[in-house]
């Protein structure tokens, strides 16, 4: 990782979120991906096709913020049943959230059972249901606001899987051993596991069930961690059935020894951990078991249910993990309602709502389905989704991820390519790109050069350009005034979107580019006032800093804000004043995800057609 900034190389060496236990005999990799490899090639099989009852979900339905958001979802929805991307015979909802005060994916979870109900009576009782939290606009990863972190591109399939596909696969074994009930999983990590070739995980048992991975103590810190009931046997299996004593969200590592939840290898000696992309990198001998998903059978469902109707309105954050599942098992107390250590934004009816739900969901079991060959990944960040796609980690591996999917571009040199990810693009023979770089959905040009360590999303680059080194570039269509638009989000893929100040004398604090923003607003020749900001005027960020042009064409789009970038790089003037701006945050807010969605469908029947072509002219 030479030229790599220091902080981005310890960002990438702790990108791996879970933990993992090594077989003595076989290498967990290699397990892993024998086993994920099964489930993506038994998906395979039944994209566009009619499913048979019980040999799917019932119900797959995913959380929107907001009615903006729920028609983006709808559109691509649409678009992937009409392609025969998905199963048939399934239904597929999108359940958005009330307008008003965010309610978190726990309050999701409750108006996404209100939605059934009102969709369904009394028949969701008997039905298996995902439910895919994928509300909220992603600022650590912003081309996942665009359309949603459920509609991530990844580079693998044929068409493209996005990380709806991805779930679909990797939960494809669950419904024919689930009783009727709901699995609940968020939109931006992965689970891969591997278990005996005759062994199913079962969701039979009343009440509660969860996944546990081993994971190192630190990634306990920002996860759920579950204490759990002795076990009666000395030798650790891949697949556990477990007694939850109760459940800690993320605990201090003094909480995880003070509830006894660390545990020791004793004869499990041969338990390593995986971290980045070194495949056993040995780390402390202690480990815990955390979360990822969890199931609720449908007794525990409509008790939420009831409880939800019976409150009327949420007006404060939910968290289905540290709200939910802290209230269950024998050993719950209802300290854990006042401790407000972990919350993002504290509202006074917090803890009041919290201690209901406890006392509500109290002396209900905590099933725990451990499952020691396990990982966990993350991709909800930018220098996630770069690290995981373009590095050899093992994820890469595990999935199969592809360096060239579903794309046309000039003959790169194969070392090249195990090093850059181009996901449903074109690529002119003259272009070039270095190492460590993502494209998807985009066009470039002829004299067209990509920096190392960038990504870019939805753009069309035509003219000669160069993209500089850890760039992030995102092209939006927008509708303004019933009118066709374009503009490009381009920043450094390390600024942190989400970091904030209160006053305009602050905003000398906020960086672009690893340039003081105060700077960058000389060099754009544009004045520090309230009126440069979108939102909340006591929340100035680079998310709502109206600083992006907007254009009538794509590639006039993508030119300028790219010589935005260069006049910062180069420390040389380049006025904004004559452009309408906007702020990502209103880029959002105007997007019109029906001509993204056309922009795409252009460049995949464009890739057909040159596949059939090639596939012709071979003899």
């Given at each position: ?24 005999r ?6 892993l ?13 039944l994209r566009?096709k ?8 019932d ?10 958001q ?21 239904q597929y ?42 509300g909220?606009?992603s ?15 990844l ?5 493209i ?31 891969l596991?591997?278990?005996g ?7 039979d048992?009343?009440?509660?069930t969860?996944?546990?991975h ?10 759920g ?38 545990c ?12 980045g992309?070194?495949?056993?990198l ?6 815990v ?18 409880f ?10 939910i ?7 802290q209230?269950l098992g ?30 509500l ?12 060959n ?13 690290f ?34 181009i ?17 998807e ?32 570039v ?14 490009t989000?381009?920043f ?6 989400k ?32 009126e ?17 042009p907007?254009?009538c ?8 804000s ?11 003037p380049?006025?904004?004043n ?22 795409r469908?252009?460049i ?5 057609v040159n ?9």
């Amino acid at each position: 990782m030479s030229g790599v900034p220091p902080r981005m190389r310890a960002v990438l060496r702790g990108l791996w979120k879970g933990g993992a236990m090594a077989s003595a005999r076989v290498p967990l990799d290699v397990t892993l991906r024998k086993a994920t490899q099964r489930k993506l090639r038994r998906f395979s099989k039944l994209r566009g096709k009619p499913v048979a009852a019980g040999e799917f979900w019932d119900i797959v339905a995913i959380t929107a913020a907001d009615e903006k958001q729920e028609l983006a979802y709808r559109q691509q929805l649409s678009k992937k049943l009409k392609r025969k991307e998905l199963p048939l015979g399934v239904q597929y909802h999108v359940f958005v959230d009330p307008a008003g005060a965010k309610i978190g994916n726990g309050g999701s979870t409750l108006c996404a059972l209100r939605c059934l109900e009102k969709l369904y009576g009394d028949k969701w009782n008997s039905f298996t249901i995902l439910l895919i939290h994928s509300g909220g606009y992603s600022q650590r990863l912003p081309s996942a606001s665009a359309v949603g972190k459920i509609f991530t591109a990844l580079p693998l399939g044929n068409p493209i899987y996005q990380m709806l596909e991805l779930k679909l696969a990797m939960y494809i074994d669950f419904p024919p051993h689930m009783n009727p009930g709901i699995l609940v999983t968020c939109a931006d990590d992965i689970e891969l596991y591997s278990i005996g070739e005759f062994e199913y995980i079962n969701f039979d048992k009343p009440g509660f069930t969860a996944l546990a991975h081993p994971s190192s103590v630190k990634v306990g810190t920002t996860h759920g961690v579950f204490i759990l009931n002795p076990l009666n046997s000395l030798k650790h299996r891949d697949l556990e059935y477990r007694c939850c004593h109760c459940f800690l969200h993320k605990p201090s590592i003094e909480e995880m020894h003070q509830f006894n939840a660390v545990c020791r290898p004793g004869n499990f000696c041969q338990q390593e951990f995986a971290r980045g992309d070194t495949a056993y990198l040995q780390l402390d001998r202690e480990y815990v078991y955390t979360d990822s998903v969890f199931y609720m059978d449908h007794k525990s469902a409509k008790k939420l249910l009831a409880f939800y109707e019976e409150i009327g309105t949420l007006n404060c954050e939910i968290d289905a993990y540290g709200d939910f599942l802290q209230a269950l098992g024998p050993g719950a107390t209802i300290e854990y309602t006042r401790n407000t250590s972990n919350v993002t934004k504290e509202e006074s009816e917090l803890v009041d709502m919290r201690q209901k739900i406890f006392h509500l969901l109290k002396g209900t079991s905590l099933n725990v389905v451990v499952l020691n060959n396990s990982k966990f990944y993350h991709i909800g960040t930018t220098e996630e989704y770069l690290f995981h796609f373009t590095s050899e980690s093992s994820l890469k591996s595990e999935l199969g991820f592809q360096s060239i999917a579903f794309s046309i571009l000039p003959d790169i040199p194969e070392c090249s390519r195990k090093a850059s990810c181009i996901i449903q693009s074109i690529l002119d023979l003259r272009s070039s790109m270095a190492p460590g770089s993502i494209v998807e959905y985009s066009r470039l040009g002829p004299d067209v050069f990509v920096g190392e360590n960038c990504f870019i999303s939805n753009s069309y680059i035509i003219t000669k350009a160069v993209v500089p080194a850890y760039s992030f570039v995102c092209s939006l269509s927008l509708k303004v005034n019933g009118h066709l638009a374009y503009s490009t989000m381009a920043f450094g893929v390390q600024d942190n979107l989400k970091n904030n100040v209160k006053t305009l004398l602050d905003v000398k604090l906020l960086q672009f580019f690893g340039v003081s923003f105060l700077s960058c607003l000389d060099i754009w020749n544009l004045k520090i006032t309230e009126e440069l900001f979108s939102g909340n005027k006591t929340h100035l960020s680079l998310w709502t800093a109206r600083i992006f042009p907007v254009c009538c064409c794509l590639s006039e789009s993508v030119i300028t804000s790219l010589k935005m970038l260069d006049a910062i790089k180069n420390n040389s003037p380049f006025s904004l004043n004559s452009y309408k701006l906007f702020s990502i945050e209103e880029m959002l807010a105007y997007k019109d995800v029906e001509d993204m969605i056309a922009y795409r469908e252009q460049i995949f029947l464009e890739i057909s057609v040159n596949k059939k072509q090639s596939d012709l002219e071979i003899p």
